[in-house]
């Protein structure tokens, strides 16, 4: 039996930060309402997404790049 670690830390990294954005929207955004309402929790959700878009944007722009290397270098 084999086993691709690649294929495993892959996986493990995803969900960790799956995890990490449900613990940061669920509690934190949750706190927020529990603390000052249901205003204050959507303006926090709202910056919670702002927040994360430039995270967003670099991931893509990494998976652009290696998706054009990889196809650059099947020849």
């Given at each position: 039996m084999t086993r691709d670690l690649?294929?495993?830390?892959?996986?493990?990294n995803?969900?960790?930060?799956?995890?990490?954005l449900i613990l940061l929207?669920?509690?934190?955004d949750g706190l927020i309402y529990l603390f000052y309402g249901r205003s204050a929790a959507i303006f926090g959700f709202l910056c919670l997404i702002v927040g994360l878009l430039?995270?967003?944007?670099?991931?893509?722009?990494l998976w652009l790049v290696e998706a054009i290397t990889k196809r650059?270098?099947?020849d």
């Amino acid at each position: 039996m084999t086993r691709d670690l690649r294929r495993f830390a892959r996986q493990t990294n995803a969900r960790l930060a799956v995890g990490g954005l449900i613990l940061l929207f669920v509690v934190g955004d949750g706190l927020i309402y529990l603390f000052y309402g249901r205003s204050a929790a959507i303006f926090g959700f709202l910056c919670l997404i702002v927040g994360l878009l430039p995270l967003v944007l670099i991931w893509l722009v990494l998976w652009l790049v290696e998706a054009i290397t990889k196809r650059a270098n099947q020849d």
